[in-house]
C-alpha cells in the first residue's frame, strides 16, 4: 500500500542522510597544516618558540568555539567560517528535506485523525454525516482500524522528525567544530619514515628494515 512504502522509505531516508553527514565528518575534514623546516642558523630555542608562537596564532585566529557556536546558532554558519562552502548544499538538503518530512508526517497525521473521527462519530454517535465529503478521497476505502494505525503511526512520525532534525543539526555543529580544530593542527616536519636494505645482525639474514626518524 502506498501508505505502508512512505513510511518505510522515510526512515530509510533518516539513516542514509546520518550516514552520508557521519562519513562527510570522519573522511572530508580539513587538511593539517605543517609548520615551515627552520634554517639549521637559528637556535633550537628560537625556532621552537617561533613555532609555538605560530601554533598559537594560528589557534587563535581560527577558534573552534566560534565554530560550534555559529553553528548551533544557525545550521551551516560555521562551515562558512571554516570556509567549507561545499559543505553548505549537504547541510542545507538534510536539514530541508527534515523538516519537509516533518510537515508530511503532521499533515498526514491531521488528515488520518480527520477521517478516523469522522467514521467513527458516524459508526458509533450517528452524527458528522456532512463531514464524510471532506474525508481525502485516498482515506475513504480505509477501515477505522487502519485510519486508526495510520493516525498513531504519523504521529510516532512527527517525534521522530523532530528528533532527527536535532540529531542533523548537532552533526552540523560537531563537523563545523571538528573542521575548524583541524584548520590549527600543528605537526612538526622533522618526521620521517624509510625503507632500508640491509644485514641483520639480529635475524642474521638479509632483509627490509622500517627506519622512523624523529628530529635531527
Known sequence: MMLEYLISFKKKFYLLVILILTGTILFAQEKVTVVPQVSDTIPTGVA?????????????????????????????????????YWKLPIVYGAMG??????????????ATRFAYRVKYNMRVNKTDSALYSSIKPTLEPLSEESLRFYRNQFRRDIDY???????????????????????????????????????SDLAKTNGLSIILKIGK
Open 48 to 84: 621552537t618558540k617561533t613555532s609555538m608562537n605560530k601554533y598559537d596564532s594560528a589557534t587563535k585566529a581560527h577558534s573552534p568555539k566560534v565554530a560550534a557556536l555559529r553553528s548551533a546558532i544557525f545550521p551551516g554558519l560555521g562551515q562558512i567560517y571554516n570556509k567549507k
Open 97 to 110: 528535506v527534515s523538516t519537509g518530512v516533518f510537515f508530511y508526517n503532521l499533515k498526514q497525521y491531521k
Open 161 to 199: 522528525s523532530v528528533i532527527f532534525f536535532l540529531v542533523l543539526w548537532g552533526l552540523n555543529v560537531v563537523d563545523a567544530t571538528v573542521d575548524a580544530h583541524l584548520k590549527s593542527f600543528d605537526v612538526s616536519p622533522d618526521l620521517s619514515l624509510q625503507f632500508k636494505p640491509g644485514y
